[in-house]
């Protein structure tokens, strides 16, 4: 009787944290692997922002990835008015963990012959099926 406690009493021990660990779940690792942004002319004129990334670390989850960056205007006063481009992927299944593209945002104008300044941050954010979502971040 008293063995029969002493492999309880040592199996509840080992089995019940790894159980303990495995309801914690696990944190993907998401990696870039030498994302660039930089600023490109835009179709239609104007300037936008090319964003060319490989992530990798997402398991099997489906991503979409989202990119913003602000802008100004600086007009006759010398003032800078804000704004806001942004493009967006569809959902992308990885590949071997691994997602690869290229993402070009909305052109980045503005009016009356002012020309736009970007930056000087442009924000990658992917978001995965399960909502949570992970952002990195570049100079342009």
């Known amino acids: 009787m008293k063995r029969l406690m002493v492999m309880a009493t040592l199996l509840a021990a080992v089995a019940l944290p790894s159980a303990a660990f495995g309801l914690l779940g696990d944190e993907l690792k998401i990696t870039d692997q030498g994302t660039t942004a930089q600023i490109v002319p835009a ?10 990334g490989k992530y990798s670390g997402l398991g099997n989850n489906v991503v979409t990835a ?5 802008f100004s205007c600086t007009n006759q006063g ?7 481009i942004s493009g967006s992927s569809g959902p992308i299944a990885p590949d071997n963990g691994q997602v690869t593209g290229t993402i070009v945002t ?3 104008s503005c009016p009356d012959h002012m020309a ?3 930056g000087p941050t ?3 954010t992917l978001t995965l ?3 949570s979502s992970r952002q990195f971040f570049y100079t342009v």
């Open 129 to 131: 099926d399960d909502g």
């Open 122 to 124: 442009v924000t990658v």
């Open 106 to 108: 909305a052109a980045a």
């Open 78 to 84: 010398g003032n800078n008015p804000p704004g806001q």
């Open 116 to 118: 736009p300044t970007i």
């Open 43 to 52: 179709a239609g004129g104007g300037s936008a922002v090319e964003v060319v």
């Open 66 to 70: 989202h990119i913003s960056a602000p």
